[in-house]
C-alpha cells in the first residue's frame, strides 16, 4: 500500500448525548489523506451519530474537529461541503429525468450570457468521468441507468465540488454483485488520487477488503482503530460485541419447544428474482423462531412471501399439514398475522383512530346489528387491544399517526392479537422504539408463545434476536447457512454466520 | 387542547350557521323563506346526488374528472330513450335503467384501466370525459332536444311532495345509502385504509385494487342518477348539460374536508359543502351581484376553505405529525 498520508479529518474526545442519554463518549477518530477508512459497530455503537456530527447535522456537546490541522466548527452541512467533504446517502437523490452531467452540476451550472452552457458542462463532466474512470457518459439519461450507476453519479457530484473526503454509508446496502465490483473498482482508482474515503459497512468481507484502517465503535467508545494488517474477522467481531457479551445469553428456564408439534412447514421456497432460495424449515407450536442475518440477506422478501405479499416462484408452505397458496386475505383466514418491517410506511393508517386501525383485519368477528357493523362490538375490541398491551394514550379514537413510534407499534401488533392466531410474523419488531415499549414487546412475544403461537422474528438487534428467539436461523445471500440453539448461541456465532465466516473456514480446511 | 378539538367537530356546521344568519339579516325578506330554502336544495340536488358517490373515489386517493360529460351524456341517453319509446312511462324505466347502466360502463372502464394499467386517474378520466363529451355531441348532432313527458319523467325533477320537489328526496337517500355504506360497513372503512395507507392495507388482506375499481363504478352510477334527475328537471338534454359540474362536486367535496390525497373525508362533510356552495349561489343572485362575478367570488371561498383546512392540519403537524407528509417521501426525517 502507498506511504500513510497526513492526516485530512480529526475528530478528538467528542462527546454528545440525547436527552441525558450519552451516545458518544470521547470518541477519536481521524482520516488520511487517500486512505479508505472503515467505520464498524453494532446498531447503536454511535456509528451514525458520530457521521452526522462531521456533516453538521448534530452539534457535539464537546470535543474539537480539525480539519487538515486547523481546527474547525462544522454547524451545516454546507459547511461540511465548503470544506470538501462529500457524504454519499443511502437515500439517493438524483433526478431520472435528467441526464448525467445535469444532475452532476445541479445547481452549479456553468452558464454563457446567462443561459446554461451545456456544451462545457458536457465537457467539465467528461473530464471527470475520464479522471476517475467511472462507467458513465455524461449525456446519459438517469431514468435509464440502474441503481448503482446512480449512485456513482452521487459520487461524481461529490467530486465535482473537488470533495476530498467522500462518506460513504453502507454503500453496496442495495447493489448487485456486478455493481458492488464496480463500485469497489472505482474506490480503489479515487484513492490512488488521493481521496479519502469514510467506508461505513456492516458487511466484513468488504471492510477486509477496501480498508486502510478500520475504527470499531462500541457503547459510544472507541473499541479499537486497526490497520489493514491486523484486521481479522473474528477479532472484528470480538471488538464490536465486546468481551462482556452476556453468555448466560440461553438461560436454562426456556422450554424446550421443539418438542411440540410442527405448525409450520416451508419447503425449497425459491423467489423470482433469487432473493431467497431454497428455504426449508419447520416451526414448531409455541416456539419464537428467529431469523438472523445482514441487512439485504433475504429474510424481509422470505417473511413476506410467507405471508403472501410477494409471490415466490416455488417450493411450498403447510401450516398444520394443510398447504397455503398464501395471499393476505388467505393467510389471515389461516390464522396468520404480520408485523411488517417499515412500521411508518406499511404498518398503519396514520390518519384512522386507533380503533378502526385495530378492526382492520377483524370485521369478520367485529358484531354485525343486520348490514351494519356494531360500534359498540368494535369498541369493546379496541379497548380490550388497549388494555392488553397498554396503548397510550388509552383513547379509541386518536388517530394513530399521532402516538409515539412504540405505541404504533403496539397498534400495529395489537390488531392481531384480537384473533385466534397461529402464526405471527413480526419483521423489525423494535427499530426505532424506546426501550420500555421494546421490553414490553418482547414479553407480549413470549406470551403469545407460551399461548402456543408460533412467532417468527425477523431482527437485526443482535441482544433482542438472542433474548427472544428459542431457536435461531442465519440467513446469508438468501440462503439458510446456520441453525442456532437459543442455549449455546452467542451474539458472535450469529454474526460470524451471517458474515459468512463460518463458510470460508470450512472451505480452508 | 380538548375544547379545541371539540370545536373543530361543529365548525362545519357552524359555518353552516352563519351563512344562513347573515344571509337572513341582509336579506330578511327574500332568503328565509320556504320557497327560497326549497330552491336551493333544488338546485344543489344533482350535484349533491352525484358527490355521494364520487366520494369513494376520493376515499381511495383517486380522481374523477369525467363526471360533468358522463352527467350530460346519462341525460342524453335517458332522454333518446324515451323518444325512442314513444314517450312512453315504460320509455321512461327503460330510459332510467340506460342511463345508469351507461354510468356504472363509465365506472367499469375507469376502474379497469386505473387498477390494471396504472395510468393515473387523473389522465384517464380526463381523457374519457373528452369521450363521453364526444359521444353526447354525436348523439344529439349537438342540438338541444326536449323531453317534455310523459308526466312520469318530468315528476322526477319538478313533483313536490310536503313542498319539497323529489331531487332534494333523492339526494337524501343516496346520502344516506353512501353514509351508511361508508359508515357502516366494512366495505366503507376500507375505502378509508386505502387512501389512507394503500401498502398497510394491502398488508391487512384488503383486495385494494378490486375496491378502487369499485369505487369508480360507484362514482359512475352517482353520476347517471345526477344526469337524470338533471334532465328532468330541465326537460331537455344537450352535449354540454353536465360541464362543469365536476368543479362544483370537487369544490363540494374539499369544502367539505374530504381529502383530495385520500383516506379522508365523510358524506354529511360533502352535502354540507354542496350545500355550503348553494347558498353562496343563491346569497350572490339575492343580493344582485351581477354573474359575471360569481366566479370570482366563489374561487376565492375556495382558497379560503382550503386553506383554513391546509392551517388546521398544520396545527397537528406541529404535534410532530403532518397528514400531508404520509407515504410521500420520508427523507424529511
Not at chain 1, 498520508?5 to 470518541?27: C, D, N, R, Y
Not at chain 2, 353526447?136 to 319523467?153: A, Q, R, Y
Not at chain 2, 366495505?187 to 378509508?192: A, D, K, P, Q, T
Request: net charge positive.
Amino acid at each position: 500500500m502507498s506511504e500513510k498520508g497526513e492526516t485530512i479529518l480529526e475528530a478528538k474526545e467528542i462527546f454528545k448525548a440525547f436527552s441525558g442519554v450519552p451516545v458518544l463518549q470521547g470518541v477519536h477518530f481521524d482520516v488520511r489523506k487517500g486512505e479508505v477508512h472503515a467505520l464498524m459497530g453494532e446498531n447503536g455503537a454511535g456509528k451514525s451519530t458520530l457521521i452526522k456530527i462531521i456533516t453538521g447535522v448534530y452539534s457535539k456537546d464537546r470535543g474539537s474537529i480539525f480539519w487538515e490541522g486547523k481546527e474547525v466548527e462544522i454547524n451545516s452541512y454546507k459547511d461540511c461541503q465548503r470544506l470538501g467533504i462529500a457524504c454519499i446517502y443511502q437515500e439517493l437523490s438524483v433526478i431520472p429525468p435528467l441526464t448525467v452531467a445535469q444532475n452532476v452540476y445541479l445547481g452549479r451550472e456553468p452558464k454563457k450570457g446567462g443561459l446554461i452552457d451545456y456544451k462545457k458542462m458536457n465537457e467539465m463532466t467528461a473530464e471527470l468521468i475520464a479522471r476517475y474512470d467511472f462507467p458513465l457518459k455524461p449525456e446519459t439519461i438517469v431514468a435509464n441507468l440502474g441503481i448503482g450507476q446512480r449512485q456513482l453519479i452521487e459520487i461524481l457530484k461529490g467530486l465535482s465540488c473537488n470533495s476530498r473526503l467522500l462518506i460513504m454509508d453502507e454503500p453496496t446496502a442495495s447493489l448487485s454483485g456486478k455493481e458492488a465490483e464496480s463500485l469497489f473498482s472505482i474506490i480503489n482508482t479515487l484513492r490512488k488520487n488521493g481521496v479519502s474515503i469514510i467506508y461505513i459497512s456492516h458487511r466484513l468481507e468488504e471492510v477486509y477488503r477496501l480498508a486502510d484502517r478500520l475504527t470499531v465503535l462500541r457503547d459510544g467508545k472507541n473499541a479499537a482503530v486497526l490497520d489493514q494488517a491486523d484486521i481479522q474477522p473474528l477479532r472484528v467481531i470480538e471488538l464490536m460485541i465486546g468481551k462482556t457479551v452476556d453468555e448466560s445469553a440461553g438461560s436454562s428456564k426456556q422450554m424446550r419447544v421443539s418438542k411440540n408439534e410442527v405448525r409450520l412447514d416451508v419447503r425449497g421456497l425459491t423467489d423470482e428474482t433469487g432473493r431467497f432460495r431454497d428455504i426449508s424449515f419447520t416451526a414448531h407450536k409455541g416456539e419464537i423462531l428467529g431469523f438472523g442475518g445482514l441487512i439485504g440477506a433475504g429474510r424481509t422478501e422470505l417473511v413476506r412471501a410467507i405471508y403472501g405479499i410477494d409471490k415466490f416462484k416455488s417450493g411450498e408452505v403447510y401450516l398444520d399439514g394443510k398447504k397455503l397458496n398464501p395471499s393476505p386475505k388467505r393467510s389471515i383466514k389461516a390464522g396468520f398475522g404480520f408485523v411488517p418491517e417499515d412500521r411508518r410506511q406499511q404498518g398503519f393508517i396514520p390518519l384512522l383512530s386507533i380503533e378502526k386501525n385495530v378492526a382492520l383485519t377483524n370485521y369478520d368477528i367485529v358484531k354485525r346489528n343486520g348490514a351494519a357493523i356494531s360500534d359498540a362490538s368494535e369498541l369493546a375490541m379496541c379497548k380490550e387491544a388497549i388494555k392488553k398491551i397498554d396503548i397510550r394514550p388509552a383513547d379509541p379514537e386518536k388517530a394513530v399517526g399521532l402516538l409515539s413510534g412504540g405505541n404504533q407499534q403496539k397498534v400495529v401488533l395489537g390488531k392481531w392479537l384480537m384473533r385466534d392466531l397461529k402464526v405471527l410474523i413480526i419483521d423489525e419488531p423494535t427499530a426505532g422504539i424506546d426501550v420500555g415499549a421494546k421490553n414490553e414487546i418482547y414479553e407480549l412475544l413470549e406470551s403469545l408463545a407460551k399461548q402456543g403461537v408460533t412467532v417468527l422474528l425477523v431482527s437485526s438487534d443482535l441482544q433482542e434476536l438472542i433474548r427472544v428467539s428459542h431457536r435461531i436461523l442465519v440467513m446469508r445471500k438468501g440462503s439458510i447457512v446456520k441453525e442456532f440453539d437459543k442455549e449455546t448461541v452467542t451474539q458472535a456465532m450469529v454474526l460470524a454466520a451471517a458474515q459468512g465466516l463460518e463458510e470460508s473456514k470450512e472451505a480452508a480446511s | 387542547m380538548k375544547k379545541k378539538i371539540q370545536w373543530g367537530k361543529f365548525s362545519k356546521p357552524m359555518i353552516l350557521v352563519a351563512f344562513v344568519i347573515i344571509l337572513t339579516i341582509l336579506r330578511p325578506d327574500s332568503f328565509p323563506t320556504l320557497g327560497n330554502i326549497s330552491n336551493v336544495l333544488w338546485s344543489v340536488s344533482v350535484y349533491g346526488i352525484m358527490v355521494c358517490g364520487t366520494i369513494f373515489v376520493f376515499l381511495v386517493g383517486g380522481i374523477d374528472l369525467s363526471i360533468g360529460s358522463l352527467c350530460g351524456l346519462s341525460a342524453v341517453v335517458i332522454v333518446k330513450t324515451i323518444h325512442a319509446f314513444g314517450d312512453t312511462e315504460g320509455g321512461v324505466a327503460a330510459g332510467i335503467m340506460a342511463a345508469l347502466l351507461v354510468g356504472a360502463l363509465a365506472g367499469v372502464i375507469h376502474g379497469f384501466v386505473i387498477t390494471k394499467f396504472k395510468v393515473p386517474a387523473f389522465l384517464v378520466t380526463f381523457a374519457t370525459s373528452s369521450i363521453f363529451l364526444g359521444l353526447s355531441m354525436v348523439l344529439t348532432n349537438n342540438k338541444i332536444i326536449s323531453c317534455l313527458g310523459p308526466d312520469l319523467f318530468t315528476a322526477i325533477g319538478m313533483m313536490k311532495i310536503l313542498g319539497f320537489p323529489i331531487p332534494i328526496y333523492v339526494m337524501l337517500i343516496i346520502a344516506i345509502v353512501s353514509w351508511f355504506v361508508l359508515r357502516k360497513t366494512p366495505f366503507g372503512r376500507y375505502m378509508y385504509a386505502i387512501g389512507g395507507n394503500p401498502a398497510a392495507a394491502r398488508l391487512s388482506g384488503i383486495n385494494d385494487t378490486g375496491l378502487t375499481f369499485l369505487a369508480y363504478i360507484f362514482s359512475g352510477i352517482s353520476t347517471a342518477l345526477g344526469g337524470i334527475v338533471l334532465a328532468s328537471m330541465t326537460q331537455q338534454c344537450m352535449a354540454s348539460t353536465g360541464s362543469g359540474y365536476e368543479t362544483e362536486v370537487i369544490t363540494a367535496a374539499v369544502i367539505g374536508g374530504v381529502s383530495l390525497l385520500g383516506g379522508e373525508g365523510t358524506v354529511p362533510g360533502a352535502i354540507f359543502g354542496a350545500v355550503i356552495i348553494g347558498l353562496l349561489n343563491n346569497g350572490l343572485n339575492l343580493m344582485s351581484v351581477p354573474s359575471t362575478e360569481h366566479g370570482l367570488v366563489k374561487g376565492i371561498v375556495i382558497i379560503a376553505a382550503v386553506a383554513f383546512d391546509a392551517l388546521q392540519h398544520q396545527d397537528q403537524a406541529k404535534k410532530g405529525f403532518s397528514f400531508f407528509s404520509f407515504g410521500k417521501s420520508k427523507k424529511t426525517a
